[in-house]
């Protein structure tokens, strides 16, 4: 039987087949050669004679790894479409700094990714478009949601269908709002688990995948207040600015870095508004911290 893990906790993985949910164990042979199972993994199970398993859970073993499309670091999870980046409006005021950290983390991992502004609800018209100007040329789609109040869930919809869609973003932006919305089971399916292997809401640490239809999944992931970049060169960073890139062939030198060189491309645009002051003063920020950055 082929499935789909959804959530892996204590060495037991929740399997998604045309049977419903399986909670399965790894053969030893994965760990013996030091493979570890993945959520977002596609996987061939055999159902076991397991006594202590409750009716509505069968158990099994998972006896075969598919090979994967891709693995993601941070979160682990294995074959992913494309990432939904998740900030609020207002309530919180979204942290700039913070939204292109994970703009440029995600595109390292060669994710097409779509940027969901939450709470529209609350938000004026004006804060909306100043949001739009700033992220429409990063080369990224921007939607903008209410998950209280359920506006924008259609052409969300539309995003995610037919595909595993990874979900990240900080703490207190409502994301669990926006995935109880588009999952009204999340709760349910994550309360039986805990109850199953005796824990509690500490188990939502950890990444989930939730199916929304036949071909389309979501992957909850555990919210962050910080995101590091430090691992890249300074150089590199300009090429994750996609809004840099026609201006850039103007700069009379080449590797220019778009912050104190004359003749700059990428600042004669900013100057004439073709480019977002909010994205350039994050670059600089970003480009600052790298080249501060101690090596060993």
Known sequence: MQGKIMKGIAGFYYVYT??????CKARGIFRKEQIKPLVGD???VEITEDTEAAPEMPAGNIVEILPRSNELVRPAVANVDQALVIFAIVKPDPNYN???RFLINVKRQSLP????FNKKDLASE???GELLAAYEGCGCRVIFVSGIAGEGFSELAECLEGKTTVLAGPSGVGKSTIVNRLY??????TGEISRKIERGKH???HAQ???LGENTFICDTPGFTSLSIGDMEKEELCGYYAEFAPCAQNCRFRGCSHIREPSCGVRQALAEGRISRVRYDNYVLLYEELKSRRKY
């Open 42 to 44: 596609l996987v061939e």
């Open 113 to 116: 990714c779509v940027i969901c």
């Open 203 to 205: 188990t939502t640490r």
């Open 126 to 128: 004006q804060e909306r």
């Open 98 to 100: 913070l939204l292109d």
């Open 18 to 23: 045309k049977q419903g949910l399986v909670e």
């Open 209 to 211: 995948l939730f199916a």
């Open 184 to 189: 009204p089971q999340a709760n349910m399916e």
